[in-house]
């Protein structure tokens, strides 16, 4: 076998001055971050013999694809493996229980309609080939206790698997099936909307034409997404499926787990889940915060 170009001293050299080792300035945990991503990277082109073409079909990928990483990177299951690097850290530091973290997903747009009470309507537009949702439970911490000054939100598609602002057929209002629900001191919940259909990638994009290339594809089962805050308990990130769901475990994105999968009673065309949020206690500030990633925001 030849010796290998990466470890040569000529690229370790290389390597070095790319990443501004040799530098007095920047930012030293950046460097040493950058160096191991570019030198992964040659290896990865000494590996797999990757051609001059094959690079820059890449780097074109990577530049065309841009406007999808927030696909791409759930669909490589990037962005599951950093919720079971969390939970793994949460283990290691004794931190157990409540109910279990999952992908935000790139369609959380901030700012929807603060509103209360237990009729809640989550959905303003008429999305007649829909049926219904009813959703209600409570959200508790790890003795049982009702979370006080809750703020669930929720975000989920429509029957065509369109969410609200990333609509690309125009149709739907602003913050259609997106609210923000203040709770009230017991900590219950009530909401309904129209029932919402899995999600699909954009055809011919970015990201499922790298899915079909490795014979995958860009579907998610239906699907609704909260993040649970409250002060003193540390903001939560999960998404439900349905229990009763076939294609429950088909998610292009890995966002399915245990315990997110309530099975709905359904009378006619209309689902009704119960469904309780169990917090962690907050340890520190940052716990009660949201994850420091850009967000949508609509006026
Ligand atoms: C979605 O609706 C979603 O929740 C994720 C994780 C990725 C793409 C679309
Ligand atoms: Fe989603």
């Known amino acids: 076998m030849m010796t290998s170009l990466v470890q040569s001293a000529e690229i370790q050299e290389l390597l070095d001055k790319a990443s501004g080792l040799n530098e007095d300035g920047g930012n030293s945990r950046l460097k040493a971050i950058i160096r191991d991503f570019v030198e992964g990277v040659m290896a990865l082109i000494e590996k797999h013999d990757i051609s001059e073409s094959e690079f820059w079909t890449a780097v074109q990928f990577l530049q065309d694809g841009a406007s999808e990483f927030g696909l791409i990177v759930p669909g490589l299951g990037l962005e599951h493996f950093i919720d079971l690097?969390?939970?793994?850290?949460?283990?290691?530091?004794?931190?157990?229980?409540?109910?279990?973290?999952?992908?935000?997903?790139?369609?959380?747009?901030?700012?929807?309609?603060?509103?209360?009470?237990?009729?809640?309507?989550?959905?303003?537009?008429d999305d007649e080939a829909a049926g219904n949702l009813y959703m209600t439970g409570q959200v508790r911490g790890p003795d049982g206790e009702?979370?006080?000054?809750?703020?669930?939100?929720v975000w989920h598609a429509n029957s065509k698997g369109f969410y609200s602002h990333c609509d690309p057929t125009g149709e739907q209002s602003p913050f259609n099936n997106r609210r923000r629900i203040r709770l009230g001191e017991d900590g219950r919940y009530s909401f309904h909307s129209k029932m919402p259909s899995g999600y699909a990638v954009p055809p011919d994009g970015p990201a499922e034409k790298l899915l079909h290339a490795v014979g995958r594809h860009g579907n998610r089962p239906a699907h609704v997404h909260f993040f649970v805050e409250a002060p003193g308990y540390r903001t939560l990130t999960t998404q439900i499926n349905f229990g009763d769901d076939p294609l429950a475990n088909t998610d292009f994105a890995f966002g399915t787990r245990e315990g997110l999968l309530p099975v709905p009673s359904?009378?006619?065309?209309?689902?009704?889940?119960?469904?309780?949020?169990?917090l962690q206690r907050a340890q520190s500030a940052t716990d009660e915060n949201f994850s420091g990633r850009a967000r949508a925001k609509f006026a």
Not at 146 to 153: D, E, R, S
Not at 267 to 278: M, N, P, V
């Open 85 to 125: 690097l969390m939970d793994r850290k949460d283990a290691e530091a004794g931190r157990r229980g409540g109910t279990p973290r999952t992908i935000e997903g790139p369609l959380y747009v901030e700012g929807a309609p603060l509103v209360e009470g237990d009729e809640v309507s989550l959905t303003q537009d």
């Open 146 to 153: 009702p979370v006080k000054g809750v703020t669930l939100h």
């Open 266 to 278: 359904r009378q006619g065309d209309t689902a009704y889940i119960s469904f309780d949020f169990e």
